[in-house]
C-alpha cells in the first residue's frame, strides 16, 4: 500500500460525459480552484486526467468531504455534461489484505457441505466487530492443508492508506458456531497488483 497517492479525486462517469469534460478541462481547473479558493479550502487542482472510469482529479492535497462536495456540485452543473451519468467523487482506496484461521472446513457433520465464500460474506456481516469493513473482493475459502479439517479464509477489505480498519481487526477474536475463530494479517499477493490509474 506504500507509494500510493490520495492526493486525487476519482469521479466516475459515461465516456460521453468523459469526452466533453477533457474538451475544457483547462477551464474547469480553473474554475474549481476558484469555488475552492472562495470557502478558503487549501487543496487546489493540479490537473485533469481521462481514465476508463471516468475523470481523475489529482490535487495539491488530499481533499476533505467539504472539498468533494464542492467538486462534486461543480462537475454536476457543468456545461453539457449530464448529471445523471457522473457518480459521487471519491478518494482512491486501498486494499488490506487479512486472514481468518481456527475455523472447520466442513462446519456441519455432513462432509458434502464445506465452507463456502458465501457462507464466510453471512458470518463477516452478521458479526459486530466487521462494522463499517467493506469487502473488496469474494472472500477465498481454502483447507489449511490435506489432511487438516480446518480452513483458512483469505479476506481483502477496503481501508485507509495506512490500514487503520485492518489493523483494528488483526489479532481479534470472534465466534462461528461454538467455535473461536481469530483474524491475521496477510501479505498482499503481488500476482494480483493494485492499479494506479483505475484503483482497482
Keep these: 500500500m506504500k507509494g500510493l497517492s490520495r492526493k486525487q479525486v476519482i469521479i466516475p462517469m459515461g465516456n460521453d460525459n468523459n469526452v466533453k469534460f477533457m474538451k475544457n478541462s483547462l477551464i474547469y481547473i480553473t474554475n474549481i480552484n476558484r469555488n475552492l479558493r472562495n470557502v478558503k479550502s487549501e487543496v487546489l487542482v493540479d490537473f485533469i486526467r481521462s481514465d476508463s472510469l471516468g475523470i481523475t482529479i489529482v490535487t495539491n492535497k488530499v481533499s476533505l468531504l467539504s472539498d468533494l ?8 452543473n457543468s456545461e453539457n455534461i449530464d448529471s ?58 481454502i483447507k489449511a492443508s490435506s489432511k487438516s479439517d480446518m480452513a483458512i479464509i483469505w479476506v481483502d477489505i477496503w481501508d485507509t492508506q495506512s490500514g ?35 484503483w482497482k
Aim: charge should be positive; glycine fraction near 4%.
Design 84 to 141: 445523471s451519468q457522473v457518480d459521487s467523487p471519491c478518494l482512491p482506496q486501498f486494499k488490506s489484505y487479512l486472514k481468518i484461521i481456527d475455523i472447520l472446513y466442513f462446519p456441519h457433520r455432513n462432509m458434502q457441505d464445506r465452507l463456502s465464500s458465501s457462507n464466510i460474506e453471512y458470518i463477516i456481516k452478521q458479526n459486530q466487530i466487521f462494522n463499517n469493513i467493506t469487502l473488496a473482493s469474494k472472500p477465498r475459502v
Design 164 to 198: 487503520t480498519k485492518a489493523k483494528g481487526l488483526v489479532n481479534r477474536y470472534f465466534n462461528v458456531g461454538k467455535y473461536i475463530t481469530t483474524i491475521r494479517g496477510a501479505n498482499v499477493n503481488y500476482g494480483v497488483p493494485q492499479c494506479k490509474n483505475c
Design 69 to 76: 462536495l464542492i467538486i462534486k456540485k461543480y462537475v454536476k
